[in-house]
């Protein structure tokens, strides 16, 4: 029967009902016989679905996973009555215990057989030959639920020579629609599916680990292990229930793509630039887990025949890109440009956002193939304030691809500036060559606001017109050869001054009309001749 994707389960199930028992069946320590054994764990047992779960907690806690036993088949014994002996066995033992026990207890119970994508298994792969995995099927509340205990139980190294017990609540009674995801059964009705799945489709099948379903996650595009890119480009997207944040892995860098979060889910476009065959690992973990650890939840192989040498980014560009339901969280709304790439062909462009409350923010551009240092890497962008309006005003230097990373802090804190999102800015026109803003000093005041000359590099023996916003102070004079007063009208301060004879020219500001006491406001460079 489908997946209605709002439970993991196929019955309801109240993890929280069976705190009591789970504790009181880990305790259980009865070794003499299976049948002792079952007497003890149904003593706090009263429906089958309790009785089910007691064996189910008492076998994932006390048999371990025999990898010794696993190497060399001819010494081990899946007997039921060993593997409790033992304490040890391998899937077979598990399964054969399991249903041994559901059989004393008085609950139907099958052990099924078929192939499985567990340890060793490689993507894209074919099954033959005999069935490699055991699990079992349970009869409750009038239908059959699936089960398996040794997945249950934890996990077994890369080498295959330690196991780790950790349990693993999604393989008790998982969804048919789940659990057909990598346990394919001999006897296709033991799928519990209609229509069932073919061998074929279950190979092709996307293998989702059971950490994608434990984070909330529920469908993944492309559903096919392997893809192939188009134009040098492949996508990926991941559907979730709630905010979850993402990261990838191709080739072990997260060098080659464009990951955007979104409100439910993420997207990914991959541009390998290299052709032949890439393993892409996603990883995920919910917004509110405190610690650093992401999960894999996904594993793709990248055919790439072409490369899209276009598509090459930054060193600095970060992963994710461009705003999303995390930046607004940090006090970032309402962005002009929702998407992560903006693209611009005179080389100018303009970001704004409503900020939130008590926001101070710095931005900086960086590329490959420019030598800016890090005070110009700031001046070719100019922050304009209006109310509780943030306008990013950008002036490439050069063509090419640019990261403009945006960083913020409470105006409240003293200490540092934290990295919050950035943009890809791509510019193809290769005529572009703008020059920084002027630089601004401690008194240029945060909503003060340059309309003209915005150039920082002003041309020699001219007349410049200056038109400035600001308020609060009483005289404004540019100083340059000679020093000009500039006139108030309607809150703006305008005037002329000529850059004849000199290489610098400064905007000074009287705060106070009493005072003889000027504060340097901006500083423009000029052109040599």
Known sequence: YPWDKSSLKSMPVDLQQFEKLDAYALKVNVKNSIEELVKALLKQARTDLEKVRAIWMWICHHIEYDVVGYHNKSQLSSKPVDVLQTGKSICEGYAGLFEQMCSIAGIQCMKLSGYSKGYGYKMGQTFTGDSDHAWNAVYLDGRWHLLDSTWGSGVVDDSFTKFTFRYNEFYFLTHPALFINNHFPDNSNW????????????????????????????????????????????????????????????????????????????????????????????????????????????????????????????????????????????????????????????????????????????????????????DMRRRHIMQIHRGNQIELKIHLPHAGNFVLKIYAKKKSDPGNYDYIFNYLITCLNTEVKWPAFPQSYSKWAEDYEILEPLSGLLPANRNVQFKLKMHGIAKVLVQAENTYPLTQSRGYWEGTCNTSGCREVFVMVHENANHSFYSHVLKYEVETQ
């Not at 379903?213 to 595009?221: K, R, S, V």
């Not at 276009?310 to 709304?333: I, N």
């Not at 409350?357 to 931005?363: E, H, P, Y």
Request: aromatic share 8%; charged share 20%.
């Open 191 to 374: 799928q519990l599916l209609k229509p069932t799945l073919t061998l074929k489709d279950f190979e092709n099948n996307m293998l989702h680990n059971s950490n994608f379903y434990m984070l909330g996650l529920l469908t993944a595009h492309p559903e096919t292990a392997v893809i192939h890119t188009v134009n040098g480009k492949a996508s990926v997207s991941v559907d979730c229930r709630s905010a979850t944040l993402f990261t990838f892995k191709l080739k072990g860098t997260d060098e080659h793509g464009l990951m955007t979060l979104k409100k439910h889910g993420m997207k990914l476009d991959i541009y390998p630039q290299k052709t032949g065959s890439h393993k892409l690992q996603i990883f995920a973990k919910p917004s509110k887990a405190s610690e650093e650890v992401y999960n894999c939840v996904l594993e793709y192989v990248v055919e790439c025949k072409s490369v899209d040498k276009a598509m090459r980014f930054p060193k600095d560009l970060h992963q994710p890109v461009g705003p999303s339901w995390f930046t607004e969280r940090q006090g970032f709304l309402r962005p002009s440009h929702p998407n992560p790439i903006i693209h611009t062909n005179d080389g100018r462009c303009s970001v704004t956002f409503t900020l939130g409350k008590d926001i101070s923010v710095l931005a900086s551009l960086h590329s490959d193939n420019s030598s800016l240092t890090e």
